[in-house]
Nanobody, 119 residues
Framework: QVQLVESGGGLVQPGGSLRLSCAAS????????MGWYRQAPGKQRELVAT???????TYADSVKGRFTISRENAKNTVYLQMNSLKPEDTAVYYC?????????????WGQGTQVTVSA
């Protein structure tokens, strides 16, 4: 079972930056796609960005050009660098990891970290 620990959320002014981190721990599996999702109050959880094991990223249109996802495979860690933050980026951000072995796959979610963009 993968354990995920997120960090890096907080309060920031519009136009500011934050960097989220998510470290995965455990053994006996390979980590495949890692990603970030977010959920604003009263809204459904939505995809922000994902990154494959060979570091190919995808982004939601709403964050393209402002957010950058990256990963360090040696540390089983995924990052989300968020620049030019807007009030509409305010949400709880969740890390998601797809992992498994040769014949099985599972996914795990982090506990969530609050990001608030406000003046």
């Amino acid at each position: 079972q993968v354990q995920l620990v997120e960090s890096g959320g907080g309060l920031v002014q519009p136009g500011g930056s934050l960097r989220l981190s998510c470290a995965a721990s455990g053994s006996g599996f390979s980590i495949n796609v890692m990603g970030w999702y977010r959920q604003a109050p009263g809204k459904q959880r939505e995809l922000v960005a994902t990154i494959t094991s060979d570091s190919r990223p995808t982004y939601a249109d709403s964050v393209k050009g402002r957010f950058t996802i990256s990963r360090e495979n040696a540390k089983n860690t995924v990052y989300l660098q968020m620049n030019s933050l807007k009030p509409e980026d305010t949400a709880v951000y969740y890390c998601n990891v797809d992992y498994g072995g040769r014949w099985w796959r599972k996914e795990s979610w982090g506990q969530g970290t609050q990001v608030t963009v406000s003046a």
